[in-house]
């Protein structure tokens, strides 16, 4: 298998049709679809198991345990590709940077790409102006802290080879701080990466689980945590 889609699902029922479907006639490689239930109380798991009787390569896993971050680790231990890609089910992630992602990054041979939403390439549409403005501080305080050229930490939408994943285990975070936690861990082992401009359009359909002040201190909390691991990997 060269691709596992990973795609953590919450109360996702009005977007998952559309995004398997887009993914079909988008990617035209040897992949899975892995989608991670966090304890969904709509349609969605109904809808999953619906539509993976008639697609094999769909895949379903149900947490025993509730948070996105238990979703994204649950993802790694089950993938079955050699590359792993993590999008969100919001249909918001371009699924052409998605292949253009896969080509890079195998045939650069690298061990991670980062898409940025924020380089002059990048297109981005209906991005909420609060959610922006706090997004576009906090990942330059990375910057400054990091001393990195990387403007888009925060964002989940990244491919990485799955042995890599596997190499910064264990991740701590519980939830969305985890899409900050793994590329500073990768980072600071100077595994290889590149950067590319990708592109964004929000959500059309359903409800963002991102809430701002539940998740403030956790992404402080992360920064901390990532950057002293950094200073001992030094040593």
């Known amino acids: 298998m060269d691709l596992t889609i990973l ?31 966090d304890f969904s109380n709509d349609k969605t798991l109904k809808i999953i198991k619906d ?23 649950n993802g790694i231990k089950f993938s079955s590709g050699k590359y ?17 992602y896969y080509n890079v990054i195998k045939n650069k041979n690298l061990d991670a790409v980062f898409g ?17 403005i706090l997004n576009r501080i ?42 900050l936690e793994i590329p500073l861990k990768i980072i600071n082992r100077k595994f290889n990466y590149e950067i590319i401009a990708i592109n964004w359009n929000g959500r059309e359909f359903g409800n963002s689980k991102f809430k701002i002040k539940e998740l403030s201190s956790k992404y402080l909390f992360t920064l901390i945590y990532c950057f002293a691991e950094k200073i001992l990997l030094l040593k």
């Not at 539509?51 to 680790?73: R, T």
């Not at 792993?84 to 253009?100: H, K, P, Q, R």
């Not at 990375?142 to 080879?161: E, G, P």
């Open 51 to 73: 539509i993976k009787q008639k697609n094999k390569k769909i895949k379903l896993i149900e947490n025993k345990k509730k948070g996105l971050g238990e979703s994204i680790k």
């Open 116 to 132: 940025s939403r924020f380089l002059k390439k990048s297109n981005v549409k209906n991005y909420p102006k609060h959610k922006l």
């Open 7 to 37: 795609i953590p699902v919450k109360n996702e029922e009005d977007n998952i049709n559309n995004l398997v479907n887009t993914i079909s006639n988008k990617i035209n490689l040897e992949y899975e679809i892995l989608f991670i239930d």
């Open 138 to 179: 906090f990942n330059h305080f990375v910057r400054i802290i990091y001393l990195n050229y990387y403007n888009d930490y925060t964002n989940a939408f990244k491919i990485y080879k799955k042995e890599i994943l596997e190499k910064i285990l264990p991740l701590k975070s519980e939830s969305f701080n985890i899409f």
């Open 84 to 100: 792993v890609v993590i999008t969100m089910c919001d249909g918001s992630d371009d699924l052409d940077n998605m292949v253009e």
